[in-house]
């Protein structure tokens, strides 16, 4: 089992910049894919990137390629999600995941383990 807290988030104003991260406990950390989600207001959960165990392949959902990076650090159990050109449409709750296997999925069912999230909030 792995327990995921993610932490960072904060108000931001648009155009800022955020990384995000998210420690896991356990000592088989390294061969979890770990993923981000985020929640808005009223909206439905939805994928925003994920990340192999190796760290050299990334997913990320098609509207944040680009602004978002996803990484991660074995040796510090932690995965972050660096975040750039923040806009008030990226205000939600921020929640990192992990699933065993190798394929990245963007579907949350496809994840075993969910942090508690934390809110990310982008003034205008």
């Known amino acids: 089992q792995v327990q995921l807290v993610e932490s960072g988030g904060g108000l931001v104003q648009t155009g800022d910049s955020l990384r995000l991260s998210c420690a896991a406990s356990?000592?088989?950390?390294?061969?979890?894919?770990m993923g981000w989600f985020r929640q808005a207001p009223g909206k439905e959960r939805e994928f925003v990137a994920a990340?192999?165990?190796?760290?050299?392949?990334?997913y990320y959902a098609d509207s944040l390629k680009g602004r978002f990076i996803i990484s991660r650090d074995n040796a510090k159990n932690t995965v972050y999600l660096q975040m750039n050109s923040l806009k008030p449409e990226d205000t939600a709750v921020y929640y990192c995941?992990?699933?065993?296997?190798?394929?990245?999925?963007?579907?949350?069912?496809?994840?075993?383990?969910w942090g508690q999230g934390t809110q990310v909030t982008v003034s205008s």
């Open positions: 356990g000592r088989t950390f390294g061969s979890y894919i």
């Open positions: 995941a992990a699933r065993e296997g190798i394929a990245l999925v963007r579907g949350e069912y496809g994840y075993d383990y």
């Open positions: 990340i192999n165990w190796r760290g050299g392949s990334t």
